[in-house]
């Protein structure tokens, strides 16, 4: 295959990944190969430009390590996240949404019994979240696995100190045999992405803020349901219509209600998806 020109070459490039063996390998290679080269040509992209997103995309990869993980935060602020979350989470109306996953979830973070601070010294509004875990159906949900993770007040999320010995404002508990759950914790506050690197400068290039409206993290997982990932938002946050991942959905939104005795209060109800 010789004197390849720009009218030839993507057609040349796709019968060179034809023979690729795994059929959905094959799929994703050839589309893929296609929506390049038509990037290319629809911007009419110089060297210099495509040299400039080498260099980008190389320093977001130098960023990346087990604690920053900044090509997910690529796909987050290029709404890509939301839009495989999207096309993969249609699920029956009465459903809790999903929403993005976000690159701040630990793995082995500690069990809670009920009713125990799952801040564990993170500093923030003391506040207490109570709700059920239920089917479709109605019915209760028992011993789902609930895990939780949030920022603090000053909006960083545990694994972002550097020294810090042991993990706060995360935690997993159980619901119980009526599908309930309760925790203490700290009230979830707004708190912009990380900015020091490629990313931020794209953020910065486009005039876009790094915001994120306050929100609480749950990975919910019970035996027979899907497992549900998804946040609950905090009503009244200045960002939620310009959230700068686009996770937000009007039916997490919730108010942290202020008690007579100061703290505040949360309750959601979650309703997972029974598995097909
Ligand atoms: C988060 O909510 O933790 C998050 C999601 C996407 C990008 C950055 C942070
Ligand atoms: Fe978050």
Redesign the pocket.
Known sequence: MRNLNEDTITQAVIERFSRTPDPRLKEILTSLIQHLHAFARETKLTEAEWFKGIDFLTRTGHMCDDKRQEF??LS??LGL?MLVVAQNNKKPAGCTEST??????VEGAPHYDQGEDVANGAQGEPCIVRGTVRGLGGEPVPHATIEV?Q?DADGN?DVQYAHLAHAQARGVLKSGLDGKFHFKSIRAEA?P??TDGPVGEMLRASKNHPW?PA?L?FMIKADGYETLIT?VFRDGDQYLDSD??F?VRQSLVKDWVKQPDGTYLLEYDFVLNPEK
Do not use: E, K
């Open positions: 997910i935060l987050d602020t996240s993005v996953f976000g690159p701040f979830y993770w920022a999320y708190y992405i990380p994120r929100h993290h946040h700068a991942v996770g």
